[in-house]
Each structure stands twice: as structure tokens, then as C-alpha cells.
């Protein structure tokens, strides 16, 4: 969707030369608008504030609820749950105190301390453990409930202690005591889609990057008080430039991403919402750059090996692996994989050689030279639901996640 200036929008809308609209920056006004197009946060309500360009668009609405504040998150008394289930050598099946229908969404631990992390998902769910994922506690976020919305928490970070979520409806949170408080940070109406990424990035304090599921990217480097558009503009405006250019299906685009994926380095990479082409953005670049995919079937998803290469899954269960590091590249060779059909979810790696893609059914695969071959893994066989993502933290912390409440932990 393109972005028109708006007088009582809430936020700046810069004009491009070429008359298309910029991304707008998505928080409240605030004391002042920084040269960087950003907005300044505060706990007050804030009535005025005046840029000196007469192309920024700024509104004089006082802005309500610019300070919610969340208290210590509240730790919910349990019954304990059962004991973990060993499927293998690798793997074991824990016992969560979740409802079968929740859907687990991201796992995180601290940069402190290797078994404090949190698990996050459907229906206000947020769970944490201090003993490395074995159990899990719930936690109640009590100024998200007395809002009467029930959020879908999407996305989980730290960098040492200080931590991050983002959620649907439109929601983000920051923590600098490793999760025993939690902040609301205001987010404006106008945001361009809802968040669906957050990575705390390492280096001082109060730096990390939100991105939409519209393709808005964000970063801040003073712990959310102001912020600044690393991408310049929608996805549609670039579209509808580049629909000539090859892109096959890019007429299509419904105006959201299916999965979107962060590397090491800083390079992301996202699946149009019918899996018809995807997209990949660099430090550095003002847009994304739109990409045909390799394969006759539509994309289902992809990621990053350690070694900063492109994976993407086909529907029907195809796996290609790109033979160069970066965003840019786009010779995908295709891996040697019998998925019986079933479709690929996600692909994680441990490390450099060893890595597991999951999908429909319980599937799982193993590889150990870097995802060139993969060799099924039946001990997840009995799981009875979908597998779609894989976490591996730093420190050795390994978890599948899965429909219905489903979490494997890595114990290999």
C-alpha cells in the first residue's frame, strides 16, 4: 500500500523526489524531530512538534498513553508440568502449561545467563525458564491485559540483559533487567503493518532493529527513544517500479510477508505472502530488491546457514541451498533431501556442518556437511503435529517449535 502525508497522522511522512511516499517513522511524537526523520520518545503527552523542512508533515494532536509503563510481569503460579519425554538422543518432547491450541512463535535467552529465556506466542503467550528450557513458568504481562486485547507475541531478543518483544496487535516491549520488568513502548496507529521481527543487536546498550510484516525496518540506538527508516520506501512503490523489470508474480503482491529472516550480518531476507518471488534488503540499501524464485513451485520459506548463504523450501518439500554468502546471489543448487512430499518449515544449524530441517507431520531431517544432503530422523515420527521452527542459540540452547503447543529440546 502506498503512504500518503497525512496532517493528523501521528508521524512524519517524507516526500521522495520521485513523488512516492517514504515509510513513515511509526512511534509518537514526542520533545523534538532529529535531522534522521525520527521521532523522540516520552512519558509525558506532547502537543507540539514542529520540523524545519515544509515537507514534514507534523501533527499537533496531543498523543494519549505515550508513557504506558508495565510493572514487573507478573509470575503465575502452576501446577508442575510432567516430566520431558526423550523421542532420541537428540530430542526431547517438554511438557509445557499452555493450551493445545497455542502457537508457539520465538525463543530467546539472555546474553547472561545461558538458562534464563523466554518463549513467546498465541494468545498472550510468554513463558520462562531458568534452568536452559527443561521447565517453563508462565508470565503475565498485566498492562497488555487490562487493554482487553489478546496479543499475539511474535517475536523475542537480548543482548546480555536487555531484551525485546514485539507482538500483533501492533506492540512493543523492552526489558533491561533480563525480563524482570517490562516497558511498553507506544507504537503509532499508523505503522505500517505489524511488527513481526526483533533483534536486539550487540555493542552498547539500546540498540535494535523492528521490522514490519510490510517490509518497515527500524532501528534505534538509544534503548527506543528515538528511531530511524533504514528502508526509504514501501514495497509497493518499489514494485510498481521494478514489475517491468522480470519479477514474476509481482503483481500479486498482497502487500505482506509470509516469513521474514535476519542473518548475522544484518542482511534479511522475506517471502511474498503467495510465495510467488521474494525479497532482500542489505545494510545500506534504501529498498528492497525484489527476486524471482528458482524453482517452478512457490517459495514456502527461507533463512540463513551460518556461513551467511541463502536456504529457501519450495512447496512439495524441495530444498535449495545458495552457493555464495549474501543477499544479493542468486545460484541456488538443490540439496538432497526425500521429503516424502512434505513441506519444509524452517532450517536451523548448531553449527557449521550440522543442521535440521522440520516440517508437516513431524518431519525432521539432519544434515552434517553444511545441508549439501539430508538424512530423515524418525524420532519424531510420533510428534502428532506440524514442526516450523528451529532455534539454536550461541550457547548451545536447541528447541523445536510446533502446532498445538509442541516444544523439542536439543539434549545431543
Not at 509470575?75 to 509445557?96: D, F, I, M
Not at 500483533?168 to 513502548?185: F, K, S
Request: glycine share 12%; with cysteine; proline share 4%.
Amino acid at each position: 500500500m502506498a503512504f500518503s502525508s497525512l496532517h493528523n497522522s501521528g508521524h512524519i511522512v517524507i516526500r521522495n523526489k520521485a513523488g512516492g511516499s517514504r515509510l513513515p517513522v511509526p512511534f509518537v511524537a514526542g520533545e523534538k524531530c532529529s535531522h534522521h526523520h525520527s521521532h523522540r520518545r516520552s512519558r509525558t503527552p506532547v502537543t507540539t512538534c514542529q520540523a524545519s523542512d515544509s515537507e514534514h508533515l507534523v501533527d499537533r494532536r496531543q498523543l494519549l498513553g505515550a508513557g504506558i509503563s508495565l510493572a514487573a510481569a507478573v509470575q503465575l503460579r502452576s501446577a508442575s508440568p510432567a516430566a520431558a519425554l526423550v523421542v532420541s538422543k537428540e530430542w526431547e518432547k517438554v511438557n509445557l502449561p499452555v493450551d493445545p491450541g497455542v502457537v508457539l512463535l520465538d525463543i530467546a535467552f539472555t546474553g547472561t545467563d545461558a538458562n534464563h529465556g523466554f518463549l513467546l506466542g498465541t494468545r498472550q503467550t510468554l513463558l520462562e525458564t531458568t534452568d536452559g528450557g527443561k521447565t517453563w513458568n508462565p508470565r503475565r504481562v498485566a498492562a497488555a491485559q487490562d487493554e482487553g486485547f489478546n496479543y499475539r507475541f511474535n517475536s523475542v531478543s537480548f543482548n546480555g540483559d536487555e531484551g525485546w518483544i514485539v507482538g500483533r496487535p501492533a506492540i512493543l516491549l523492552h526489558t533491561t533487567d533480563g525480563g524482570q520488568n517490562w516497558e511498553r513502548v507506544p507504537l503509532s496507529a499508523k505503522l505500517p503493518g505489524n511488527p513481526i521481527l526483533v533483534h536486539a543487536l550487540p555493542g552498547k546498550a539500546g540498540q535494535a532493529e523492528m521490522t514490519t510484516d510490510q517490509g518497515a525496518i527500524y532501528a534505534t540506538d538509544n534503548g527506543a527513544y528515538s528511531w530511524s527508516a533504514a528502508v526509504q520506501e514501501t514495497v509497493d512503490a518499489t514494485l510498481n517500479r521494478t514489475v517491468s523489470s522480470g519479477i514474476s508474480g509481482a503483481s500479486y503482491y498482497e502487500g505482506t510477508f509470509s516469513t521474514i529472516q535476519r542473518s548475522p550480518a544484518g542482511d534479511y531476507v522475506a517471502v511474498s505472502s503467495r510465495g510467488n518471488f521474494y525479497l532482500t534488503w542489505a545494510p545500506g540499501q534504501t529498498t528492497w530488491q525484489p527476486h524471482n524464485r528458482p524453482a517452478a513451485r512457490r517459495v514456502q520459506s527461507m533463512g540463513w546457514t551460518p556461513a551467511s548463504e541463502l536456504w529457501l523450501s519450495v512447496r512439495g518439500g524441495d530444498l535449495f541451498i545458495n552457493d555464495k554468502s549474501g543477499p544479493a546471489s542468486e545460484s541456488f543448487s538443490q540439496a538432497k533431501l526425500g521429503s516424502r512430499g512434505f513441506g519444509i518449515l524452517d532450517v536451523g544449524f548448531r553449527n557449521d556442518q550440522e543442521g535440521y530441517a522440520c516440517g508437516g507431520s513431524g518431519s525432521l531431517f539432519r544434515t552434517d556437511d553444511g545441508g549439501k544432503s539430508w538424512k530423515r530422523d524418525r524420532s519424531t515420527d510420533q510428534v502428532a503435529g506440524n514442526l516450523y521452527a528451529i532455534k539454536f542459540a550461541e550457547k548451545g540452547n536447541g528447541f523445536i517449535l510446533g502446532n498445538d503447543g509442541i516444544l523439542l529440546r536439543y539434549i545431543g
